[in-house]
Antibody, heavy 117, light 115 residues
Framework: EVQLVESGGDLVQPGGSLRLSCAAS????????MNWVRQAPGRGLEWVSY????????QYADSVKGRFTISRDNAKNSLYLQMNSLRAEDTAIYYC??????????WGQGTLVTVSS | LPVLTQPPSASALLGASINLTCTLS???????IEWYQQRPGRSPQYIMK???????SKGDGIPDRFMGSSSGADRYLTLSNLQSDDEAEYHC?????????????FGGGTKLTVL
């Protein structure tokens, strides 16, 4: 069974940093492209970042470029999102999602990031 | 980049059918989109991919009463024999590679109420 479990969300002050993790099971992250998607309270879905199956290609939404870094650890079958210089507008539930030929076919349960003083 | 437009809300009676619409920006009218269901307090769940020719491929465990279709720039998700469990937010999304840049865009979502 395919599962994605995010962790690492927390309350952090503006300007602070967090590292989100996404542990995969039931498939190998090295075989799939992966995305991070976020959802601010009461809002729609917003794509954040993408990493190719090889890890060679990484892309970011303009809103997080230069502040967030996506990475993966194939040995741990996990995906990560390093978030620096956090802003109030980064407050959201962050989901990792597997990208297949069908689309984003599996999502985790999400982890809440709150940026506030 | 493609822009996806969804009406913010829709409603229908228990047991009825409803078409949910996702409209692509005109210059991207041939693009393929995906539909996602998000029940209250839950994460999004993949429903299906819908191509410009109306063909669609469903996710694991998606019931037959969920169908996809297309007309021009519009992509539809038809839910038949509505159940109370279908009450949710429905998002459409589009994955693309443009000029070597990979991205994913979403519509604003449609909140479906089953009466």
């Amino acid at each position: 069974e395919v599962q994605l479990v995010e962790s690492g969300g927390d309350l952090v002050q503006p300007g602070g940093s967090l590292r989100l993790s996404c542990a995969a099971s039931g498939f190998s992250v090295s075989s799939y492209e992966m995305n991070w998607v976020r959802q601010a309270p009461g809002r729609g879905l917003e794509w954040v970042s993408y990493i190719s199956s090889s890890g060679a290609t990484k892309q970011y939404a303009d809103s997080v470029k230069g502040r967030f870094t996506i990475s993966r650890d194939n040995a741990k079958n996990s995906l990560y999102l390093q978030m620096n210089s956090l802003r109030a507008e980064d407050t959201a539930i962050y989901y990792c999602a597997r990208l297949s030929t069908r689309g984003s076919d599996y999502w985790g349960q999400g982890t809440l990031v709150t940026v506030s003083s | 980049l493609p822009v996806l437009t969804q009406p913010p809300s829709a409603s229908a009676l228990l047991g009825a059918s409803i078409n949910l619409t996702c409209t692509l920006s005109s210059e991207h009218s041939t693009y393929t989109i995906e539909w996602y269901q998000q029940r209250p307090g839950r994460s999004p769940q993949y429903i299906m991919k819908v191509k410009s020719d109306g063909s669609h491929s469903k996710g694991d465990g998606i019931p037959d009463r969920f169908m996809g279709s297309s007309s021009g720039a519009d992509r539809y998700l038809t839910l038949s024999n509505l159940q109370s469990d279908d009450e949710a937010e429905y998002h459409c999304g589009e994955s693309h590679t443009i000029d070597g840049q990979v991205g994913l865009v979403f519509g604003g979502g449609t909140k479906l109420t089953v009466l």
